[in-house]
């Protein structure tokens, strides 16, 4: 089931405050491009998954297990978000209510970059597997450094 995007779909044509959503407050759109053969995460990649599922909630025992066969398969060039290629025994789907979980991780990474301007990292999980790392600036500009995540907060919901 995916309902992610219904709510940005719908037109309104009333003067009614929307409320902001995470993709709203986004100006520059990834582009992701394929690394051939996939590779290991890098340390600072693969502290991103650990520290992000490091909360418990109802999918964890099953993230843990993708988290030890992932792969990077695609590379943003314009930020460090990366994409996954996932392999998942059939015990270790993510699941919410009996579905397959689409979403975001329940812990976030809340940043500054250089100039003070505000980043976030999220882990998404798409279909029940750990799918991508999703790290973006507010605003138009692009990180200045990749994100220091010894100074960052993880956030968990
Ligand atoms: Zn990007």
């Known amino acids: 089931m995916r309902d992610d995007g219904d709510q940005a779909d ?3 044509d ?7 959503t995470k993709d709203q407050i986004r100006f520059v759109t990834h582009d992701p491009q394929p690394v051939v053969p996939p590779r290991e995460l890098n340390a600072w990649e693969r502290t991103i998954v650990d520290r992000l ?3 418990p909630f109802p999918g964890r025992q099953a993230a843990l297990g993708q988290a030890a066969t992932l792969r990077v ?3 943003c060039p314009r ?3 990366v994409w996954f290629r996932t392999e998942a025994a059939p015990d270790e789907l993510i699941l919410s209510g009996g579905e397959r979980y ?3 991780a329940p ?7 250089l100039d003070g301007v505000p980043y976030q990292i999220l882990l998404h999980i798409e279909d029940g597997l750990l799918a991508w790392i999703d790290a973006f600036r507010f605003g138009p500009e692009p990180f200045l450094q990749r994100p220091d995540l010894a100074t ?3 956030v968990c919901a």
């Open 10 to 12: 719908k037109i309104d």
């Open 14 to 20: 009333t003067n009614e405050p929307i409320p902001v």
């Open 53 to 55: 599922l490091s909360a």
């Open 73 to 75: 398969d695609a590379e």
């Open 79 to 81: 930020c460090p978000s």
């Open 102 to 104: 689409w979403g975001i």
């Open 107 to 113: 812990c976030e990474f809340h940043g500054r970059d």
């Open 152 to 154: 960052a907060d993880v």
